[in-house]
């Protein structure tokens, strides 16, 4: 089946990857370009673990980079920063179905493990999954790190992933952990959403 | 202000400033004062993004990222920073020789 991961650069989105692509999946990269809320190197990182992997699996795995940060900037100026991980992940899934329907794509995936970091509590999963239609498919949810980082040392990811970089700097003091679609809707509905997808997937860049 | 404190960010990319006391940075006044000198800023509410030589993020607590991993132009950034702003607020700003250190927490 054909599957839009979404990448981030980190240590568990290749091997969620690794894991759809050693099932047989066809799988198109997205990458939410977060700068200036980051540095170059997540977009490096995430350029360096597909050149891995397309050759370990020889697939082409095209990458579909889409400009965040405008969309991030947006978030922060117009809605409730404690729920800002939880906007910022609906907006991301938002342009990668889009992506997805584009390519003709079945389902989304993520890297995305339960409880790891704040936008990844059970209530917040939720808050940011009901933006879209596409199933998601998380293959590292059972997972504990040391596990994912096992694997990712076994297939090459981890020291690419482990780089240097700027940690996400919209991410605030104290994010929610406990949102609620209802909260969420009312903080989004000042925004054109639509318009504000729309312009993030038209000036998407494939590489 | 005292910026007592500048190490690597938690990623290891860029260095944080952490200015002691703690202070409430008025981001409108510093982004006006950075501007009036030419430096390009983009205005996220919660805080300024400064393109000086390197980008450099400012925070409401006084909080300073710089996007280098070279302490020396870290240090370099900061002082020019807090010149700029200290012309326009009368804040005074110093970093202790050595303060900046690489290790990464």
Same mark, same amino acid.
């Given at each position: 089946m054909k599957g839009v991961m979404l990448m981030s +650069? @980190?240590? !568990?989105s290749p091997v969620s990857l690794y894991y759809l692509l050693r099932q047989g999946h066809e799988m198109i990269g997205v990458h939410m370009d977060n700068r200036p809320f980051t540095d170059d190197s997540p977009l490096e990182k995430v350029v360096d673990h597909l050149v891995l992997l397309r050759e370990r699996f020889h697939q082409p795995i095209p990458l579909y980079v889409l400009p965040h940060g405008p969309t991030q900037l947006t978030l922060m100026r117009?809605? !409730?920063?404690?729920v800002g991980c939880v906007m910022c992940r609906r907006f991301m899934w938002r342009s990668a179905a889009r992506i997805g329907e584009r390519e003709g794509a079945r389902f989304l995936a993520t890297g995305e493990a339960l @409880?790891? &970091?704040?936008?990844?509590t059970l209530a917040n999963m939720r808050s940011a999954t009901v933006a879209v239609d596409l199933p998601i498919v998380r293959p590292?949810? +059972?997972?504990d790190k040391q596990e994912i980082e096992r694997v990712a040392k076994e297939i090459g990811t981890y020291g690419i992933s482990t780089r240097p970089g700027v940690c996400c700097?919209? &991410?605030? !003091?104290k994010p929610a952990t406990r949102s609620t679609i209802l909260q969420i809707q009312a903080e989004e509905s000042p925004l054109d959403v639509e318009a504000i997808v729309d312009d993030v997937v038209r000036r998407a860049v494939v590489m | 202000m005292t910026y007592s404190t500048v190490r690597l960010c938690s990623g290891g990319g860029s260095f944080e400033a952490i200015p002691s006391p703690k202070l409430a940075l008025d981001l409108r006044r510093a982004r006006e004062a950075l501007e009036t000198a030419g430096v390009g800023v983009i205005d996220a509410r919660v805080m300024l993004i400064a393109r000086l030589e390197k980008e450099v993020t400012l925070a409401r607590d006084g909080r300073i990222l710089i996007k280098t991993t070279d302490p020396v132009v870290a240090e370099r950034i900061l002082r020019d920073l807090c010149s700029r702003l200290s012309l326009d607020y009368g804040v005074a700003a110093t970093v202790p020789p050595g303060a900046v250190s690489s290790g990464k927490r």
């Open positions: +650069g @980190g240590i !568990d117009s809605t !409730d920063r404690h @409880g790891q &970091v704040a936008s990844q590292l949810v +059972g997972l700097q919209a &991410v605030p !003091d | -």
